[in-house]
T-cell receptor, first 118, second 113 residues
Framework: NAGVTQTPKFRVLKTGQSMTLLCAQDMNHEYMYWYRQDPGMGLRLIHY???????AKGEVPDGYNVSRLKKQNFLLGLESAAPSQTSVYFC?????????????????FGPGTRLTVL | GENVEQHPSTLSVQEGDSAVIKCTYSDSASNYFPWYKQELGKGPQLIIDIRSNVGEKKDQRIAVTLNKTAKHFSLHITETQPEDSAVYFC????????????FGQGTTLQVKP
């Protein structure tokens, strides 16, 4: 059981380049999230998904796109990277627990991707 | 929208002392308050959480208290150890079908041996 994994761990881009960050979870969780972490600003939600085939905007969605074609994967895309997108990106998942269908709020985080845009 | 304020931003204590981190939230509908610990180079990990129907919860050396009237909650770490050094985040959420958490800005705790 690997939990939440993220690839790549590190990446350096030039302004205007594009890339995709991959998040995978093996806990059969319904919900998945992408955050960015910047000094002094905590964790800010970029986009999230409440199930396969669904996505929604979070607090800071501009400049990012996401897709959730499979339940276990959540992709974060940067179409034209900007220096302001230099950050550490974390993926998280949470899910349904128990036969009652009650959703629990605990989010499990991946190890992060450190992205630098020059 | 929901806002969570966390203080202090940095905290330095001597090994064996207690550490307290405080958070306030704005949305009175919030009913779930987790605390996460982030060690260097890793993702945050849940260490304790509390729901709005409980005023206090304890797990060994860590405890969380909640004051719904004042809309604030606190993390207490007793008998601190060097391995407690990390960044701590509080968060809040309300009953929803999204599971979204709103995080505080984080507190860097340093425990000096």
């Amino acid at each position: 059981n690997a939990g939440v994994t993220q690839t790549p761990k590190f990446r350096v881009l030039k302004t205007g380049q594009s890339m995709t960050l991959l998040c995978a979870q093996d806990m059969n969780h319904e919900y998945m999230y992408w955050y960015r972490q910047d000094p002094g600003m905590g964790l800010r939600l970029i986009h999230y998904s409440v199930g396969e085939g669904t996505t929604a905007k979070g607090e800071v969605p501009d400049g990012y796109n996401v897709s959730r074609l499979k339940k276990q994967n959540f992709l974060l895309g940067l179409e034209s990277a900007a220096p302001s997108q230099t950050s550490v990106y974390f993926c998280a998942s949470s899910g349904r627990q128990g036969s009652s269908g009650r959703f629990y709020n605990e989010q499990f985080f991946g190890p992060g991707t450190r992205l630098t845009v020059l | 929208g929901e806002n969570v304020e966390q203080h202090p931003s940095t905290l330095s204590v001597q090994e064996g002392d207690s550490a307290v981190i405080k958070c306030t939230y704005s949305d009175s509908a919030s009913n779930y308050f987790p605390w996460y610990k982030q060690e260097l180079g890793k993702g945050p990990q849940l260490i304790i959480d509390i729901r709005s129907n409980v005023g206090e919860k304890k797990d060994q050396r860590i405890a969380v208290t909640l004051n719904k009237t004042a809309k604030h909650f606190s993390l207490h770490i007793t008998e601190t150890q060097p391995e407690d050094s990390a960044v701590y985040f509080c968060a809040a959420s309300k009953k929803s079908n999204t599971g979204k958490l709103i995080f505080g800005q984080g507190t860097t705790l340093q425990v000096k041996p």
